[in-house]
């Protein structure tokens, strides 16, 4: 099969590093704690989604290019190419000639500042405001986000992953302090001011709401994170395989594959997965008038008890028994046949790899349960990012950079989305023969995500300059999504008590420890009584009351 040219990547994307070193780092249960609507000193709080509509902007649809492949029940829609001509989606929003900040995660080397870089010159002249970068090294952004809360030292524009969110100390106090209250700009009709934003879902706005004020902007997330990549070209083409369909199969699959003598072996940890597979929660399940946790659940348990077999088999690469944090490039390289990632990380990697090895095939693991039926699959929350606004700043700035981050909401397909993805035609980028945008040597230099990171948009497939990436990804996405879990607490914003969140680490590095042999299996039991006794039955009582409360028991 001929490859079609890429753009040739010069630094890391976001989307597929989360998958690795943010999301999959964390237990599904961690990931669900949302900063809540009050600080509450540790004790937790709730409040249903309801009671937040009139906090957030009026959805209003944004009617730009029609997909090739439409997404069901709630899965991304799929573009197999690029449209001949973009429409302008932002032409009546622009700024008014203002100088702000911006701080953003960035992976690989610092492009050329403001001053010394054509496509800052580009994105700001299309936007009518010049946007200063103060990247930040994605690698060590916890820690940098963590000084930049503690030392109240916050650009004029602040992109937090959610994740971090999650693991900043007091941030549900600190966010109050630091940023602006976007309520009287955004919500209800105010947001159809900024039709970009209006076009963002609901349930990722919710999730931008602090103390009873919209504070944050959210890039809404696609409906799950991670999942297993494996080499289709290598499983199909060497070894003449099919993909299994239930978890022997998979087992016996690693065992025929596994040949470290060839420096080769099957798998990674791929134990987020594993709980998927054999129907675990996410986090709660309310049955017979109970709440049952995810460490409560014999579908937990089994699939523990699965990945120490997978270990005890030796069909891990021993980088991943030490917990190293290079899966990728051991997939990549064929070391690996299977490794759980970032949904991310499949484009990333052909971006990487189809230069050199046009044969290069990455797939998604098919969706099954562990007996070949239906699994379990965990959502993402709804927002995976968050943007904020610098607290004190005058209502004409606030307005401003507001033009600024509707802007840079523009989804595929618009010019916009063109303009800050890869600066401008004929300078930064040129369109293939297949209409794909190809980053010029200049381009290479100078274009950066910056202005990617400055705001969210509606999730999309559209890596169509790669071989199969829509067909298969969309393929999956919509024969996944029936399968999502049906979650108790599904519209209720929560922030969790923080004995409850506390005790988890301890249990996940004992489970780290147990599927590596390190323990026995049987420790299992003490590990989940210490849970309970450290925090887990707390947080039962907590979420059964905020069952009551709404009406869900």
């Not at 237990?27 to 957030?56: E, F, K, Q, R, V």
């Not at 800052?120 to 002249?125: A, I, P, R, S």
């Not at 690693?254 to 791929?270: S, V």
């Not at 780290?512 to 299996?521: A, K, M, Q, S």
Request: with cysteine; proline share 7%; glycine share 10%.
């Amino acid at each position: 099969m001929s490859l079609p040219p890429t753009p040739a990547p010069n630094r890391r994307r976001f989307l597929g590093l989360m998958g690795a070193s943010g999301a999959a780092a964390l237990s599904p249960a961690l990931l669900s704690g949302c900063s809540g609507s009050a600080d509450t000193g540790g004790g937790g709080s709730a409040s249903a989604s309801t009671d937040l509509d009139d906090l957030i902007p009026t959805y209003q649809p944004f009617d730009g290019v029609s997909p090739d492949i439409p997404g069901t029940g709630g899965a991304p829609d799929g573009f197999t190419s690029y449209p001949d001509t973009f429409v302008r989606a932002a032409e009546g929003v622009r700024g008014s000639g203002g100088h702000y900040t911006a701080m953003t995660p960035m992976w690989g080397p610092i492009p050329p500042g403001l001053g010394n870089n054509s496509f800052y010159d580009h994105v700001n002249g299309r936007i009518g405001t010049t946007v200063e970068f103060n990247f930040q090294d994605g690698n060590t952004i916890i820690d940098k986000m963590n000084a930049v809360v503690a030392g109240r030292d916050v650009a004029d524009i602040t992109m937090f992953p959610d994740w971090v969110i999650n693991l900043i100390p007091q941030f549900n106090r600190a966010v109050g302090e630091l940023f602006e209250d976007l309520t009287p700009y955004l919500a209800g009709d105010a947001g159809l001011a900024y039709p970009m934003l209006a076009n963002l879902d609901s349930d990722a706005w919710r999730a931008n709401v602090f103390n009873e004020r919209l504070q944050g902007i959210p890039w809404p997330a696609e409906p799950f994170s991670n999942w297993v990549l494996y080499r289709r070209d290598l499983l199909e083409g060497e070894y003449g395989l099919a993909a299994p369909t239930s978890a022997e199969e998979l087992f016996e699959l690693g065992q025929e594959l596994n040949d470290p003598d060839n420096n080769r072996w099957a798998f990674d940890d791929f134990t987020l997965t594993a709980r998927q597979i054999f129907g675990a929660p996410r986090q709660w399940r309310y049955e017979n008038g109970e709440l049952v946790h995810l460490f409560e659940t014999e579908e937990w348990r089994a699939s523990v008890e699965f990945m120490r077999r997978v270990f005890d088999a030796g069909l891990v690469h021993p980088d991943m028994v030490a917990q190293g944090d290079n899966s990728k490039e051991l997939l990549n390289s064929g070391q690996l046949l299977f490794a759980q990632d970032g949904l991310g990380g499949w484009h990333e990697a052909y971006a990487q790899i189809l230069g050199d090895n046009p044969d290069f095939r990455l797939d998604l693991l098919p969706v099954f349960g562990h007996d070949g039926g239906a699994p379990v699959l965990h959502r993402n929350d709804p927002s995976s990012q968050s943007v904020f606004v610098r607290k004190d700043m005058d209502p004409e700035q606030v307005e401003e950079i507001l033009a600024v981050v509707n802007f840079c909401a523009a989804p595929f397909g618009t010019q916009e989305y063109m303009d800050y993805r890869y600066g401008e035609e004929g300078v930064h980028h040129e369109r293939n023969e297949h209409g794909a945008p190809e980053l010029t040597d200049l381009g290479n230099s100078e274009v950066s995500d910056g202005y990617y990171f400055i705001s969210g948009r509606p999730p999309a497939i559209t890596e169509s300059q790669y071989p199969d990436f829509v067909d298969w990804k969309t393929a999956w996405y919509n024969d996944a999504i029936a399968h999502a879990e049906e979650d108790p607490f599904a519209g209720i914003r929560i922030q969790r008590p923080e004995r409850f969140s506390a005790a988890e680490l301890p249990l996940t590095d004992r489970v780290e420890n147990i599927i590596r042999g390190r323990e026995d299996l049987s420790e299992l039991d003490t590990a989940i009584d210490d849970w309970r006794r450290d925090g887990g039955e707390e947080g039962r009582e907590f979420y059964m009351e905020v069952l009551q409360e709404h009406g869900r028991d």
